[in-house]
């Protein structure tokens, strides 16, 4: 037996049953590791995309890389399951294009999605990806994490710009994830494709933590600022209906959650 090998799925395998994370102490002394032994596997899961590190506390966490090959191997409930209901009847409602993403390092990956049946219409499509610094549901899952400028430095890197409206400077992008939790969702006005404006939710689970974001993509000419805000509340209220079909209770919030204060 490839004894390195051994040592790296029992690794992946302890932090993936630790969603809160796990430091490199923690790791050594669960797996009997010497500490500089656990860091290289861990650092080594990291690089190879199998884990990410918490950039304001230095934990581990198993990535959605698990995920994405778990929902290829069997069809066990998943949170495509689960809140495809959720996005069906928001889509009806709207007539937009609604989409469910989860961040991943410095990107989105969309899991599900409802194409508008207008002639002109918004699109992305299922396991693509998108820089979370400038779509809406990228925003408001880094808003809903409380990402500071130098926490985003870290976790994004550099910020692309994409069209003259992207944010490209990570202490403008905290203060715009500032109002995003002010006002309990955020916007993407054109900063990832010109003509294409978006709104976007996070989705919490019963420990109260941002697991998904619940998006619209909505074309520029129908984003004014009175069809942004009516779409949001929308939005909002899906989005809260989401989180407590994943057993998410609003009589657990504190004041300064973002899910209250999209209410």
């Given at each position: 037996m490839?004894s390195?090998?051994?040592?790296?799925?029992h690794?992946?395998?302890?932090?993936a049953?630790?969603p809160?994370?796990?430091?490199?102490a923690?790791?050594?002394?669960?797996?009997?590791l010497a500490?500089?032994?656990?860091?290289r596997?861990?650092?080594?899961?990291?690089q190879?995309?199998w884990?990410?590190?918490?950039a304001?506390?230095?934990?581990?966490r198993?990535s959605?890389?698990?995920?994405?090959?778990?929902?290829l191997?069997?069809?066990a409930?998943?949170?495509?399951?689960?809140?495809?209901p959720?996005?069906?009847?928001?889509?009806?409602?709207t007539?937009?294009?609604?989409?469910?993403?989860?961040?991943?390092g410095?990107?989105i990956?969309?899991l599900?999605?409802?194409?508008?049946p207008?002639p002109?219409?918004?699109?992305?499509?299922?396991g693509?990806?998108?820089?979370?610094h400038c779509?809406?549901s990228?925003?408001?899952l880094?808003?809903?994490l409380?990402f500071?400028?130098?926490?985003?430095q870290?976790?994004?890197g550099p910020?692309?710009a994409?069209?003259?409206?992207?944010?490209?400077n990570?202490?403008a992008?905290e203060?715009?994830l500032?109002?995003?939790r002010?006002?309990?969702?955020?916007?993407n006005?054109?900063e990832?494709?010109?003509?294409?404006?978006?709104l976007?939710v996070?989705?919490?689970?019963?420990r109260?933590e941002?697991?998904a974001a619940?998006?619209?993509s909505?074309p520029?000419?129908?984003?004014t600022?009175?069809?942004?805000?009516?779409?949001?509340l929308?939005l909002?209220?899906t989005a809260l209906?989401a989180?407590?079909?994943?057993?998410f209770s609003?009589?657990?919030?504190?004041?300064?959650?973002p899910a209250?204060?999209?209410r």
């Amino acid at each position: 037996m490839d004894s390195t090998l051994a040592k790296g799925l029992h690794v992946l395998e302890f932090l993936a049953r630790l969603p809160e994370g796990a430091r490199v102490a923690d790791v050594a002394a669960e797996l009997g590791l010497a500490r500089s032994n656990a860091h290289r596997t861990l650092q080594t899961l990291v690089q190879c995309g199998w884990a990410n590190q918490d950039a304001k506390n230095s934990s581990y966490r198993a990535s959605l890389k698990l995920f994405e090959l778990g929902a290829l191997v069997d069809g066990a409930v998943d949170l495509k399951k689960l809140l495809h209901p959720h996005l069906a009847q928001l889509a009806k409602a709207t007539g937009e294009t609604i989409h469910l993403a989860v961040l991943q390092g410095s990107e989105i990956l969309y899991l599900d999605k409802f194409d508008s049946p207008l002639p002109v219409a918004a699109y992305s499509h299922i396991g693509g990806r998108a820089p979370a610094h400038c779509v809406a549901s990228g925003k408001a899952l880094l808003a809903a994490l409380d990402f500071n400028a130098q926490a985003l430095q870290t976790q994004l890197g550099p910020l692309q710009a994409y069209t003259p409206n992207t944010i490209t400077n990570a202490q403008a992008l905290e203060n715009d994830l500032i109002k995003s939790r002010s006002q309990g969702w955020a916007e993407n006005r054109e900063e990832w494709r010109l003509g294409v404006c978006g709104l976007g939710v996070p989705v919490f689970n019963a420990r109260s933590e941002p697991v998904a974001a619940i998006g619209m993509s909505v074309p520029s000419i129908r984003f004014t600022r009175t069809q942004a805000r009516a779409m949001a509340l929308k939005l909002c209220d899906t989005a809260l209906q989401a989180s407590q079909s994943l057993g998410f209770s609003p009589a657990h919030l504190t004041p300064t959650h973002p899910a209250r204060r999209s209410r």
